[in-house]
């Protein structure tokens, strides 16, 4: 079974600072989820990659398939950035995922 | 844009009650999920669906049942709650892997 890690558990930034979040996992995969998930609210999918790097907005997710390790950046970040990160690693044809315990992001004003 | 309904955002039942929480999405997608999500733990896989009628457990499915008689809707179902189930179930679609998830159902068993 694949295990996820990520780093780091909790992270309090001001705004406009640049975020970096971790996520490696064990085993080899056919893509790798990062999610959003804001206080009390549902889960929404922002990136999934299975090489190279993607851009959406302020938002960069990075792949290194040899080293089993992503990071998810946030530049100029913002308060409204501030909610819990996930990664997610999936493998096979199911589409079942494994899931990081996830990174509470904090930005203040 | 694609949407996935569950049927309560909160809910409180008693121990031993039997209990429905319901997940509708809107996008024909074949294949669903019914996740729980604890502190510390993250997000834990208790059924998935493939199809209809067509179930497979995930990594905690004690406890739990599941049933999809339509291609649109994936019910999960406590036999009979206990307290250990008082979580945060969540309920996702998915096509081509990526996922889209329902807003939640807090759940408190007490």
């Known amino acids: 079974k694949n295990e996820v890690e990520q780093s780091p558990q909790n992270l309090t930034a001001q705004e406009g600072e640049f975020i970096t979040i971790n996520c490696s996992y064990s085993?080899?995969?056919?893509?790798l989820h990062w999610l959003q998930q804001h206080p009390g609210g549902g889960i929404v999918s922002l990136f999934m990659l299975s090489s190279g790097k993607k851009k959406h907005g302020r938002l960069i997710a990075t792949i290194n398939i040899q080293e089993k390790h992503s990071s998810l950046h946030i530049t100029a970040s913002h308060p409204r950035d501030s909610a819990v990160y996930i990664c997610a690693v999936s493998g096979g044809s199911n589409y079942k995922l494994t899931f990081g315990k996830g990174t509470l992001l904090t930005v203040n004003p | 844009d694609v949407k996935v309904t569950q049927s309560s955002r909160y809910l409180v039942k008693r121990t031993g009650e039997k209990v429905f929480l319901e997940c509708v999405q809107d996008?024909?997608?074949?294949?669903m999920f019914w996740y729980r999500q604890d502190p510390g733990l993250g997000l834990r896989l208790i059924y998935f669906?493939?199809?209809?009628?067509?179930?497979e457990k995930g990594d905690i499915p004690e406890g739990y049942s599941v049933s999809r008689e339509k291609k649109e809707r994936f019910s999960l179902i406590l036999e009979s709650a206990s307290t250990n189930q008082t979580s945060m179930y969540l309920c996702?679609?998915?096509?081509?892997?990526?996922?889209?998830f329902g807003s939640g159902t807090q759940l408190s068993v007490l």
């Open positions: 085993v080899g995969i056919s893509a």
């Open positions: 996008m024909d997608h074949e294949n």
């Open positions: 996702a679609s998915s096509v081509t892997a990526k996922l889209f």
């Open positions: 669906s493939y199809d209809v009628k067509m179930k």
